[in-house]
C-alpha cells in the first residue's frame, strides 16, 4: 500500500515539474506581469494534470514490465503521445494553436519521460535485478 501512495507522490511531482517546464518557456518569452504569467501557469497545469498524469499512469498501469525494459521505450511513447498532442492542438487550433499548446505538451511529455525513468521506472527495475 505505502509503495502505490509513493508511486502517487512521486507521479504527483512529476506533472508539477512537467507543468512548469512547460510554462517556463512562455514566461521567458511573452516576459509580461504576473497576472499573465499565472495564467499561462494555470493553463500549463490543467493541461499537465487533466491530460498528462492520466495518461501516464495509464501507461505504467497497462505496461509497467515492458517499460522497465529499456528507456527507449518509454521515450518513444511519451514523443509519440507528445506529438499526437501537437497535430490535434494544429487541426483544432492551426499553427498558432499548434505552436501555443503543441510545443509545450511535448515538452512537458519529454519531462514525464525522462523524470518517470529516472525516478520510477529504473529504480524498480534495478529493484529488481537485485
Not at 499512469?57 to 518513444?76: C, D, H, I, K, P
Amino acid at each position: 500500500m505505502s509503495d502505490m501512495l509513493i508511486l502517487f507522490a512521486k507521479s504527483l511531482v512529476i506533472a508539477f515539474a512537467a507543468a512548469v517546464a512547460a510554462w517556463l518557456p512562455w514566461v521567458l518569452v511573452i516576459g509580461g506581469d504576473a497576472d499573465s504569467s499565472l495564467q499561462l501557469f494555470a493553463v500549463a497545469a490543467v493541461g499537465s494534470f487533466a491530460v498528462g498524469l492520466p495518461i501516464a499512469l495509464l501507461t505504467y498501469y497497462l505496461a509497467g514490465e515492458q517499460l522497465r525494459q529499456s528507456a527507449v521505450t518509454v521515450f518513444m511513447i511519451a514523443n509519440m503521445a507528445g506529438v499526437m498532442l501537437l497535430l490535434v492542438t494544429m487541426v483544432l487550433g492551426q499553427v498558432f494553436g499548434g505552436f501555443v499548446f503543441g510545443v509545450p505538451s511535448l515538452i512537458g511529455a519529454n519531462v514525464y519521460a525522462v523524470l518517470g525513468w529516472f525516478w520510477i521506472l529504473k529504480p524498480q527495475r534495478d529493484a529488481l535485478n537485485v
